[in-house]
């Protein structure tokens, strides 16, 4: 049995996971779906807090971020790096010390009333799924988890790490890495990798075969 931590990304709950959780149960393994707290004023230390009390709980971890919770994931993993088996980055990867989402995601936050709305229209990432689902079960995200800054000293580095790549491939993400230190962390020793294709959010899109990686040999991903 492997203990699973999924954690997802912007206006999602745990409940973003429940068609990839429902395989990895049937298979006998244990499952946590975390939602993370989306109240007005809630930051990333918040967020971090949040996961880290839960992994302390736990062990040997096979813990899962998709998209912003890469931030949350690696910084957890940095203060309980004893708890995790493996990371799993999902459609997304750890960011450099001292930057935030919106850095990195470069675009002008706008807030209403100190929340992000869960957008009216798809995104263009949003492929082979109704976004009508996210529409209607998102929450708005609060927008200090967007603005603020992840910290990390490295422990994460120790914990086996995998990039399921869903709307980029590896050789695209060795490209980026190369050029671009946004992406540096994403690429070196301790990494393996598995494409997915398909969009940003293959929980909804690929449940089944996001589920079959998370369930790989000995607990761990396969690299495809």
Do not use: N
């Not at 690696?74 to 930057?99: H, K, Q």
């Amino acid at each position: 049995m492997t203990t699973y931590v999924l954690v997802a990304g912007f206006w999602l709950g745990g409940w973003a996971w429940d068609e990839v959780a429902a395989p990895l149960r049937a298979e006998g393994h244990d499952v946590h779906q975390v939602s993370l707290t989306a109240l007005p004023g809630t930051t990333v230390d918040d967020h971090i807090d949040q996961l880290t009390g839960l992994l302390r709980e736990l062990d040997e971890v096979v813990l899962v971020g998709h998209s912003y919770a890469g931030l949350i994931v690696t910084a957890a993993a940095d203060r309980v790096p004893e708890r995790i088996a493996r990371l799993v980055y999902v459609d997304t990867g750890p960011l450099p010390d001292g930057m935030s989402q919106a850095d990195f995601d470069g675009e002008p936050v706008r807030d209403v009333d100190g929340m992000l709305p869960v957008p009216a229209e798809a995104p263009p990432a949003a492929e082979g799924f109704d976004w009508a689902v996210v529409r209607e079960r998102g929450q708005a995200q609060p927008v200090g988890t967007a603005t603020g800054a992840v910290h990390h000293r490295g422990a994460w580095r120790a914990v086996p790490r995998t990039g399921i790549l869903c709307s980029f491939s590896e050789a695209q993400l060795r490209e980026m890495a190369a050029a671009v230190p946004l992406f540096a962390l994403m690429v070196g020793e301790g990494w393996s990798y598995a494409e997915l294709k398909t969009g940003h959010w293959p929980m909804f899109s690929e449940p089944r075969a996001l589920a079959a990686l998370l369930s790989g040999p000995a607990g761990s991903p396969i690299t495809a």
